[in-house]
């Protein structure tokens, strides 16, 4: 049954476009949001066995790759599941031509094709060919804004892409050329082989996945793409596409016998710290607020890097969790920025203040998503925020938890800047008339606030059954 998560989206592409014109847009609508709940229905269902993906087996054996499903495929289905739902809606509220909403759907679908293979190949290089299905998608769909941010952001991403395609592909080239294999786990025996070259395959292709998740010091073009991409781009985009493209697959590594690498480890510390500070010190600048979200985005990208370079079964846990609750939070506050520049036709900060007032939904949600992110109890980001840091003070690594720590507190200098220069103070007088969002942009912010207060508050008994009992 697993390729039908790769072949049942790639159906649905070939049916929506063989349709009349006048039934296109709303039947892509109605087979997106279908897709993309079952997506959600079978992540949530898989951890209890109440879906068998083990069926088809003489299909998914005639595949050139092998298919697997656990509990981070599932993580990855749910987020895509999510976001994917989240981006329609914007995608019906914000999308002015029918076929512009009609070309994003159907690269929504793509992409999420992309990702669910992602999740689901073990291979070096079938895991970079799902990730250049992903991000070939996302390239036409930063461009469906046309306008000149639009086709700025896009050129950065696609010369920082062509680059990690060199990156990995000759990262996998050298692998196969040296151990004649390209799993995981023959390039762990050869990365312990002493004299192997095998580190420098491993050294490009990690460069390559730092490039697609937007990682320093390959963070250029993120902020860029995610500010001219139209809004429900940028909901997709941070809500999943850029943490599925590169940290699933660091999170894979974490979990296999390289994660125990000193090397490995020290390799991800480094780049994790460094993007959690440098995107936290960056969004502080901001005052185009998807610019700020967006270097948020490679400060939290940045955090689930660092909590991998602890090693340990319970870092792998406190990553993946944090991977969910970032997923949630930046789907929900693009979200609201959507509704913000649907209202006022800005995103300068400075131009905004009392915006809570007369847009009530969108201020109440984005402060539960904001204070999350930032690692306030009791909400999620708080939990997820904390294993992190219990992981690294257990392998050792007090130096990066405090690190992780103090990088917190900016998290929070920076979401108190926006929280006050958008939503607190007096209603400017060019605001006054403004009135909340429409229901395509408030409901589904409200609902990923409630997932993520609904997550926070019930943590404390979550965490026993996701662990298993052990750590």
Known sequence: MTILLLFVPFAALLILNLLPRSVRLTAAVAAGAVLLTAEAVVAILLPFGLVDLAGLTPLTNALPFPLTVDALSSLVFLCAGLAGLTALSVCRSTMKSDRDGFIFVNLLLIALIGMNGIAMVRD??????????TATSTFILIAIGRGRDAFEGLWKYLILSFMA????????????????????????TA????????????LLYFCGLFVKAGLVPFHGWLADAYTGAPAAVSTYMAGVVTKASGILA????AQSPLGSSPMIRELLLIVGTVSAVAGAFLALNQ???????????????????LALGAGSRLAIVAAALHFFVHSISKAQLFTNAAAIEDRLGTMDMDQMGGLAARMPLTGASAAAATLSV??????????????????LWRSGAQVWAVIAILTSVLTLAYFLSLQRRVFFGTVADTWRAVKEAGPGLT???????VITIGVGLGFPFLLPLILGGGS
């Open 287 to 305: 005052r185009n607020m998807k610019r700020m979200l967006a270097y948020s985005s490679v400060s939290q990208m940045g955090y689930i890097v």
């Open 374 to 391: 930032a690692g306030l109890p009791p909400l999620a980001g708080f939990w997820t925020k904390l294993l992190i840091v219990l992981a």
């Open 165 to 188: 395609t060199v990156f990995m592909l000759t990262g996998v080239a050298l692998l196969l050329l040296f151990t004649g294999d390209i799993t995981l786990e023959a390039a762990a």
């Open 191 to 202: 990365f312990g082989q002493p004299g192997s070259l095998a580190w420098v395959a491993l």
């Open 124 to 133: 070096l290089f079938s895991l970079y060919v799902f990730i250049e299905v």
């Open 250 to 253: 660091l999170m894979r590594v």
């Open 443 to 449: 409901i589904p912010a409200v609902a990923l606030a």
